[in-house]
């Protein structure tokens, strides 16, 4: 059976989107296949995420992503958006969810290691329900 393809989505596709698509991959490539876009995308990923991803888990965000846009995606199962306010009426999926997540750029280490853990403790989720079948 396919795995569903999942897309993490926030404005500029450069902080939280991002994150989520870097744990996602690592955490739960075998429930799901992640990707992220923007619905206007920034020219580079915020550097403290990949700096503070580098840190807490070893992923190098810098050399694997970069930020893309909604017509870069294939077609999706599953939409979540990052808490941003951004809508994607143009993103035909099955499930929709929005995370609710504070950008946390430009708000120091703490609030940036804080956004990451909420996001592990979704993606967790995330998977969980993927793999029995809740979504």
């Excluded at 915020?46 to 807490?56: E, F, T, Y």
């Excluded at 951004?86 to 099955?94: A, K, N, T």
Aim: include cysteine; proline fraction near 6%.
């Amino acid at each position: 059976m396919k795995k569903p393809d999942v897309a993490f989505i926030c404005v500029h596709n450069s902080c939280r989107s991002q994150i989520a698509e870097a744990i996602a991959r690592v955490w739960a490539s075998d429930v799901f296949t992640a990707h992220s876009a923007g619905t206007e995308i920034a020219s580079q990923i915020q550097p403290d995420a990949i700096r503070m991803m580098k840190s807490l888990h070893d992923i190098d965000m810098e050399d694997t992503q970069r930020p893309k846009t909604l017509a870069e995606l294939p077609p999706v199962d599953i939409v979540i958006t990052m808490g941003c306010g951004v809508d994607c009426p143009l993103l035909p999926c099955r499930h929709r969810e929005d995370w609710d997540l504070e950008d946390p750029t430009g708000k120091g280490d703490e609030a940036m290691a804080l956004t990451i853990r909420r996001i592990e403790m979704k993606i967790l989720d995330l998977a969980e329900r993927i793999r029995f079948n809740r979504i």
